[in-house]
């Protein structure tokens, strides 16, 4: 926990919390946890096993997608990869009305893009404000500051793409 806590710039207690199941870490959190763990985020809660090579899946089957939920926030995650990666990781992104990624813009490594296929969002990036509706694309470095949000009265439904580096595991912490 102690080099965890210094790699991901995140205290011991609440990495101690997260760990037991008291709190849920938001996206920023998330996203630091994950690079210092030198992992994508999704694998942080992704139960599918890796798959066998001759047995890599091509379809993930609607009702067997994980889905991570973020409460605090109105929003979830369902991941719609049928295949475990740590260069891309496809998601539904859903946010409930007023719903939005975090308490304020976070930054990781990789790019992003997507589609919106219901609803309004606001892209924040760089400090730069974009209203997108449904049918509107975007893609970005996730190395710029960046947050979203619902502005819609309504559910806004999201393809998300994340794509990143494969991990350097030289920079990863020690367990």
């Keep these: ?90 998601i539904l992104l859903t946010l409930e009305p007023g719903g939005r990624s975090s308490d304020g813009p976070y930054t990781h490594d990789g790019e992003e893009g997507g589609l919106v296929l219901e609803g309004a969002l606001e892209l924040e990036v760089a400090g730069r404000v974009h209203a997108l509706r449904a049918g509107d694309s975007f893609q970005f470095q996730s190395s710029l500051p960046h947050c979203f949000r619902n502005t819609h009265d309504g559910v806004t439904r999201a393809l998300w793409a994340i794509a990143t580096a494969p991990p350097d595991l030289h920079e990863t912490v020690q367990t």
């Design 1 to 90: 926990l102690v080099a965890l806590s210094r790699q991901a710039d995140l205290s011991i207690g609440m990495l101690s919390q997260v760990e037991r199941g008291l709190s849920n870490p938001s996206l920023a959190s998330l996203s630091r946890i994950a690079q210092a763990l030198g992992v994508a985020a999704v694998d942080l809660f992704d139960a599918r096993p890796e798959p066998v090579a001759a047995e890599t899946p091509l379809v993930q089957r609607a009702e067997k997608r994980p889905e991570l939920l973020f409460e605090q926030f109105g929003m979830s995650k369902q991941i719609i990869s049928p295949v475990r990666s740590h260069r891309l990781e496809l």
